[in-house]
Each structure stands twice: as structure tokens, then as C-alpha cells.
């Protein structure tokens, strides 16, 4: 089993990450430090967002990114504020990236 690295600790070096490749991002909401959940929003600038959540493998105990929804932006912004509601720790970051880039897929950033 790996140990998980907290929370702000994961989202500040993301944003590092992301701003390193010239892509903007903010925390859109802060969740809890240690253990809060993470959704990160992707904005193509085009109406339309993508949500991404963590999401842990039970069969190889790998955790990786999934996609949890795709709509029109306002949408997804009412999705999160519903799930916020519900889960006072969830972070929120907003990505905006016309390309579409997250680098949610870069290996370092799985855990």
C-alpha cells in the first residue's frame, strides 16, 4: 500500500505543475488539508467543462483519474455546488486550458 500525500499538498504542487506548462488553474473551492476529496474542473473556453475525480482500483490498488461527467459549463458549476453541499472537505480546482490539457495523466500526478 502507498501512502497518500495530504491533500493541499497534492493540489499546491498541481498547480505548480500546471502553471510550470503555462496553463491557468485556481482553487475554485479549498476542502480539508489532510483528506479532503479532489474534483478538478477543465475549462476549454468553449461553454463546455469536464469534471475529473480520483478514483481508487480495487482490483490493483492503483488510484488514477477518471472522467465523472462532461456538460455545458453552467451545469457542471451546479453539479459541484451540489456535491460541495454534501462534502464540506472537497477541493475544487478550475482548469482552463483552450487545448484541453489537465496533465492528470502525467504519473506523478496518480497519487
Not at 498541481?14 to 488553474?25: F, H, N, V
Not at 490498488?61 to 453541499?85: N, S, T
Request: aromatic share 6%; with cysteine; charged share 30%.
Amino acid at each position: 500500500m502507498s501512502a497518500r500525500l495530504a491533500s493541499g499538498l497534492w493540489v499546491e504542487a498541481y498547480l505548480m505543475r500546471l502553471s510550470a506548462e503555462g496553463i491557468m488553474a485556481v482553487v475554485a473551492r479549498r476542502g480539508d488539508a489532510t483528506a479532503g476529496a479532489i474534483s478538478v474542473k477543465l475549462c476549454k473556453m468553449d461553454g463546455r467543462a469536464t469534471v475529473f475525480a480520483r478514483t481508487y482500483d480495487l482490483t490493483t490498488g492503483e488510484r488514477h483519474w477518471d472522467v465523472m461527467e462532461e456538460a455545458a459549463e453552467d451545469e457542471i458549476d451546479a453539479m459541484l455546488e451540489r456535491q460541495a453541499a454534501r462534502d464540506r472537505d472537497l477541493w475544487i480546482i478550475a482548469v482552463d486550458d483552450p487545448s484541453g490539457r489537465h496533465l492528470l495523466d502525467d504519473p506523478g500526478l496518480a497519487v
